[in-house]
């Protein structure tokens, strides 16, 4: 990055060969089912360090599937926290059981534990511990409280594959583990996920489930193909220069908060997140796991020179100790002036994100006041630290964000 090119604030990339090797399942008859997705699985469980692994349509619908595995019934009670993404507690009301909240802590920006400690009963049936942008929570912690209560722990690891707490890797803490494979997160198959369970029985059941989804489709292959490919041009950074940045820029003020989290808006729905995960999508995740380890590592070092030189000016997400691996999906910066900060640092060629998380108690009515998930919500403010970026990109990126502080 020069300092003249502006950067999007997430770089999206088409899985490699994915058009080709979607003509070529196609041509092979492997496209829907095969041996790649019990390969995938096998990978993942033992990269993870989980008893079983198995391959689920979206993230969402891992939850949906953990759920029934667990045998949890309408009225169960599950806790979340409340800082999170909102089709997780959504789904959870929406099938009936006795949603409850805890707030979530100021520096992990995951559930605190103390709080969960005051909220969890011998009643409590679950507990959804999200592990936010790359950085886990206290789930060392969180696990031994449910496990005094006896109830299920599942981790959301949508964002944090590979991170690790004690050099346990997230996944593997609780009951069960959900990750998801949509095209921002650190390994991308154009949408899908997996559950990572404790038991090998739990993971026969919730394959056999799942195995009987609905294959989705040709027109659903094609639409998932072309939404990755416009993701991955409109954060290319040639295109992003040559229009993107310049349409951004005419956002009018006050609208700005209907393309903060992405260039198009965020579902709460389940529409097109169900029927079965694809043999061609497992090729995608074999072959992201083998290149993920170098990325990871290139996005973790951008991360700590960008917050290393920033520290001081911006208050910044971090992890619970030197004991937490973070993967720093995303660099996330807390600030009181939230817009005031992005306008200023979209004019210097910085794009950031927000409102990609929310306070999700404010989507129920009567769930209570949870003030640290409502301050995140004001104040998180994403900050581009893409892989392919260099560390000389980073410094000039640290002086663009300096500037405008
Ligand atoms: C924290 C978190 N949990 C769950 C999900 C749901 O994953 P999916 O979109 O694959 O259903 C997301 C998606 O962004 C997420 O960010």
């Given at each position: 990055?020069r300092?003249?090119?502006?950067?999007?604030?997430?770089?999206?990339?088409?899985?490699?060969?994915?058009?080709?090797?979607?003509?070529?399942?196609?041509?092979?008859?492997?496209?829907?089912?095969?041996?790649?997705?019990?390969?995938?699985?096998?990978?993942?469980?033992?990269?993870?360090?989980?008893?079983?692994?198995?391959?689920?349509p979206?993230?969402?619908?891992?939850?949906?599937?953990?759920?029934?595995?667990?045998?949890?019934?309408?009225?169960?009670?599950?806790?979340?926290?409340?800082?999170?993404?909102?089709?997780?507690?959504?789904?959870?009301?929406?099938?009936?059981?006795?949603?409850?909240?805890?707030?979530?802590?100021?520096?992990?920006?995951?559930?605190?534990?103390?709080?969960l400690?005051?909220?969890?009963?011998?009643?409590?049936?679950?507990?959804?511990?999200?592990?936010?942008?790359?950085?886990?929570?206290?789930?060392?912690?969180?696990?031994?409280?449910?496990?005094?209560?006896?109830?299920?722990?599942?981790?959301?690891?949508?964002?944090?594959?590979?991170a690790?707490?004690?050099?346990?890797?997230?996944?593997?803490?609780?009951?069960?583990?959900?990750?998801?494979?949509?095209?921002?997160?650190?390994?991308?198959?154009?949408?899908?996920?997996?559950?990572?369970?404790?038991?090998?029985?739990?993971?026969?059941?919730?394959?056999?489930?799942?195995?009987?989804?609905?294959?989705?489709?040709?027109k659903?292959?094609?639409?998932?193909?072309s939404?990755?490919?416009?993701?991955?041009?409109?954060?290319?950074?040639?295109?992003?220069?040559?229009?993107?940045?310049?349409?951004?820029?005419?956002?009018?003020?006050?609208?700005?908060?209907?393309?903060?989290?992405?260039?198009?808006?965020?579902?709460?729905?389940?529409?097109?997140?169900?029927?079965?995960?694809?043999?061609?999508?497992?090729r995608?995740?074999?072959?992201?796991?083998?290149?993920?380890?170098?990325?990871?590592?290139?996005?973790?070092?951008n991360?700590?020179?960008?917050?290393?030189?920033?520290?001081?000016?911006?208050?910044?997400?971090?992890?619970?100790?030197?004991?937490?691996?973070?993967?720093?999906?995303?660099?996330?910066?807390?600030?009181?002036?939230?817009?005031?900060?992005?306008?200023?640092?979209?004019?210097?060629?910085?794009?950031?994100?927000?409102?990609?998380?929310?306070?999700?108690?404010?989507?129920?009515?009567?769930?209570?006041d949870?003030?640290?998930?409502?301050?995140?919500?004001?104040?998180?403010?994403?900050?581009?630290?893409?892989?392919?970026?260099?560390?000389?990109?980073?410094?000039?990126l640290?002086?663009?964000?300096?500037?405008?502080?």
């Amino acid at each position: 990055m020069r300092s003249i090119l502006a950067i999007a604030r997430q770089r999206i990339q088409l899985p490699q060969g994915a058009w080709r090797s979607a003509a070529a399942s196609l041509v092979r008859g492997d496209l829907w089912d095969g041996p790649q997705i019990a390969e995938f699985e096998a990978a993942f469980a033992e990269f993870i360090g989980s008893a079983d692994a198995v391959t689920v349509p979206s993230g969402r619908g891992g939850f949906k599937l953990l759920f029934d595995g667990f045998g949890l019934k309408p009225g169960a009670e599950i806790i979340c926290s409340a800082f999170g993404y909102p089709i997780v507690p959504f789904l959870v009301k929406s099938l009936g059981y006795n949603l409850k909240f805890v707030d979530c802590e100021t520096t992990t920006l995951g559930m605190d534990p103390e709080k969960l400690e005051a909220a969890i009963s011998d009643n409590t049936a679950a507990v959804i511990a999200t592990h936010l942008y790359g950085v886990p929570c206290q789930i060392d912690e969180i696990a031994k409280i449910t496990k005094a209560h006896g109830s299920a722990l599942i981790e959301d690891c949508a964002h944090c594959y590979g991170a690790a707490v004690n050099g346990q890797k997230v996944g593997t803490f609780g009951d069960a583990g959900c990750f998801s494979f949509e095209t921002s997160k650190v390994i991308n198959t154009m949408g899908g996920g997996m559950v990572t369970v404790s038991s090998e029985a739990m993971g026969e059941r919730i394959r056999e489930t799942a195995r009987q989804g609905t294959p989705n489709g040709m027109k659903w292959l094609f639409k998932r193909l072309s939404k990755t490919t416009f993701e991955s041009l409109v954060t290319n950074p040639v295109l992003f220069n040559l229009g993107v940045y310049q349409a951004l820029r005419l956002i009018p003020r006050g609208e700005e908060d209907r393309f903060a989290s992405g260039y198009h808006g965020d579902e709460v729905s389940m529409s097109g997140k169900m029927g079965r995960y694809t043999n061609y999508q497992a090729r995608l995740g074999l072959r992201g796991m083998k290149t993920v380890g170098d990325v990871v590592a290139n996005r973790r070092a951008n991360a700590e020179r960008l917050i290393d030189q920033l520290d001081e000016k911006l208050r910044f997400q971090k992890p619970a100790g030197s004991h937490v691996d973070s993967n720093y999906m995303l660099v996330t910066a807390m600030t009181e002036e939230l817009h005031a900060l992005a306008a200023r640092l979209l004019r210097a060629g910085v794009d950031t994100k927000h409102l990609y998380m929310r306070d999700c108690s404010g989507m129920f009515e009567g769930a209570g006041d949870f003030p640290h998930a409502l301050a995140a919500e004001k104040e998180v403010l994403h900050i581009p630290a893409h892989p392919h970026l260099s560390l000389d990109d980073i410094d000039v990126l640290a002086g663009k964000i300096q500037g405008a502080l």
